[in-house]
């Protein structure tokens, strides 16, 4: 009896070592504010989709109409083996040269602009980007981190981009990446309030690490794959140089290339939800 006595109170003992473990970290989570980011995938979007007849042949051929317009085509994304370039941080001084290599190979990228120092000082770039096919969307006016942000910061830094971009190009933005991919609920909340659904990203190079454009291009081949969104920043001196291997080695590999719309289309990136 003393013997089991004994073990019952070691064990007891563990126990409660255990449990005031588990409570320490429940506690140390739930400081650090760490949830669980619930997010979309492209083609749970296009599955979702419900589509009528009509509205598919109204969409089919308003698409039709800006890829004319733009020169850069249509894809079906449920039959074609698809991907998205994204470029962070624009437009800069490299963004001229990465429009005429875009051109080039008649691909389609989404851009996530910055307003401070970028879209302020590049305009006629963004102006290039919507005109010639592109999907201009928003990176927040400064690169507050939105997690550390009151919610009337976190709208000015939304809304001041989105109006000088509905200016530049008389498309108001449906889209945008929250600096570092740092968000969270107050965040889904304002940008529902907005209109804006966030788009995070499936690869990245971390070309701000390297201006080595062999490596970025070897990070982006290792880790594609079909509705892959590709994050890359043409503010950095590797990028540009990097992406026409990019393109042609994903080609090859029988990729087509879509803006993050086009990824998700015939469904629709809903305002406060978080895609990737």
Known sequence: MLSLTRKMTKTGTRLRVLATFA??????????GCTKLETHSPSSVRNAADTSAAEA??????NGAQARAGGLGTVDCAHAKCIALTFDAG????????????????????????????????????RRMSDEGHEVASHTWTHKILTDAEPDE????????????????GKRPTLMRPPQGRTDDTVHDI?????????????????????????????????????????LHDIYD??????????????????VFVTVPQLMAPGKAEPGKVYR
């Not at 042949?57 to 308003?62: E, F, G």
């Not at 490299?94 to 990228?109: C, F, G, T, W, Y």
């Not at 590797?238 to 990729?255: E, F, M, N, Q, S």
Request: charged share 30%; glycine share 4%; proline share 5%.
């Open 91 to 126: 437009p800069s001084e490299n963004s001229a040269r990465l429009l005429d290599i875009l051109k080039e190979k008649q691909v389609p990228a989404t851009f996530f602009l910055l307003g401070k120092r970028h879209i302020d000082t590049y305009p006629e770039l963004v």
């Open 154 to 169: 976190i709208r000015e830094e939304l809304e001041r981009p989105n109006k000088e971009i509905e200016r530049l190009t």
């Open 191 to 231: 940008c529902r309030e907005l209109g804006l659904a966030e788009v995070l990203w499936s690869v990245t190079a971390k070309d701000y690490k390297t201006n080595d454009s062999d490596l970025i291009t070897e990070r982006v081949l290792d880790q594609s794959s079909r509705d892959g969104i590709i994050l």
């Open 238 to 255: 590797g990028t540009v140089p990097a992406v026409p291997g990019i393109i042609d080695a994903l080609k090859k590999r029988g990729y």
């Open 57 to 62: 042949d109204a969409a089919a051929a308003t």
């Open 23 to 32: 409570a320490a970290a429940s506690v140390t989570l739930a400081l650090s």
